[in-house]
């Protein structure tokens, strides 16, 4: 880490002078991350202790309620810290370990999407199957591929940038973002970091995923044009909260490539600032809330445990 840069720390522009609000935008920070701990940490409980939980199913939307409180805690608490700072400074290590800890989750919360559009396919498309090829020995083996290889990809992403030397150290951002801290490089020839940086954050991470989602719909699809009323019904009710899932999170990752390669101060600041923060703060919030309201046997052991009594007419 010393030989590959003097430069010790980078400054996270985005956040400015706030004053007093400084303490408002803390409290309401922390009140949100220790939210999106319980919902998801009830919902991994609930999963764990019901044994008629214990499907694939359930299975991957345990690991992706997992992924998200990893997720916002990527962000979060630094997000705190720089909140009370006054001079938003961020070491050079801490900064790569929150470029690690983003990427990997956002990888990790796109090829989890994409194996329960898998899962969401073969129940819908060939359900008489769906017993001998989803099984539980199946979804623990892809759940623990999924994150080894987003850890080993986004850790071979890194190693290009650690090797960098620095000159710049602005960073117009609330947290570290690989692209950005990239362009503070003070070599002229980093195109095999941005190359890397393409085919393991877009390609890899993000664009492989999205495409493998659209052709399983597309067949999902083209199933329930032909089918009774029954699958439809069936289809609709376990691909709407999958969908929703999908839908927003692809918009809170499109946002913030854009705001990384464009020049997006015509947003207001507090705008540009939450919806940078909405991969990590309102994904997080949204998969518990949609899940475990929309399933039918989660929504019945919340019931039983009272969480969402209160929510029912």
């Given amino acids: 880490m010393e030989n590959s840069s003097e430069i010790v720390s980078f400054v996270l522009s985005m956040y400015g002078d706030i004053g007093h609000l400084k303490y408002l935008y803390f409290l309401l920070t922390m009140i949100l991350y220790v939210l999106v701990i319980l919902a998801n940490t009830a919902l991994i409980v609930i999963i764990y202790v019901k044994p008629n939980l214990h499907e694939p199913m359930y299975l991957f939307l345990c690991s992706l309620f997992v992924n998200d409180i990893y997720g ?3 962000l979060l608490p630094c997000l705190m810290v720089q909140i009370l700072s006054e001079t938003h400074d961020i070491s050079l290590l801490f900064c790569f370990i929150q470029i690690f800890n983003i990427q990997t989750y956002v990888d990790i919360e796109f090829r989890t999407l994409a194996i329960m559009s898998y899962d969401r396919y ?6 008489l199957h769906y017993n001998s090829i989803i099984t539980t020995r199946r979804v ?3 759940i623990l591929v999924i994150w080894i290889v987003s850890f080993i990809q986004v850790g071979v992403l890194l190693s290009f940038t650690i090797r960098l030397r620095f000159c710049g150290t602005v ?3 609330v947290c570290c973002v690989n692209h950005l801290v990239l362009e503070l490089s003070c070599s002229l020839n980093t195109s095999l970091s941005y190359v890397n940086d393409v085919i393991c954050g877009l390609v890899l991470g993000v664009t492989a995923p999205l495409v493998f989602i659209l052709f399983t719909y597309v067949k999902i699809l ?3 044009l032909k089918a009774s009323k029954e699958t439809k019904t069936k289809a609709f009710d376990t691909c709407i909260p999958h969908l929703v ?3 927003s999170f692809v ?3 499109f946002y913030n490539i854009i705001s990384q390669r464009f020049d997006m101060t015509i947003v207001p600041l507090e705008l540009r600032i939450i919806l940078l ?3 990590f703060l309102i994904q997080p919030m949204l998969n518990p809330l949609i899940y475990g309201l929309k399933l039918t046997k989660i929504r019945h052991d919340l019931k039983k445990f009272k969480i969402i009594k209160r929510l029912q007419p």
């Fill in 122 to 127: 073969v129940c819908i498309c060939k359900p």
């Fill in 222 to 224: 083209s199933v329930c």
């Fill in 277 to 279: 923060m909405y991969a």
């Fill in 72 to 74: 916002s805690t990527a």
């Fill in 245 to 247: 899932s999908i839908m």
């Fill in 171 to 173: 960073i117009d951002k």
């Fill in 140 to 142: 623990q083996i892809v």
């Fill in 251 to 253: 918009f809170a990752c």
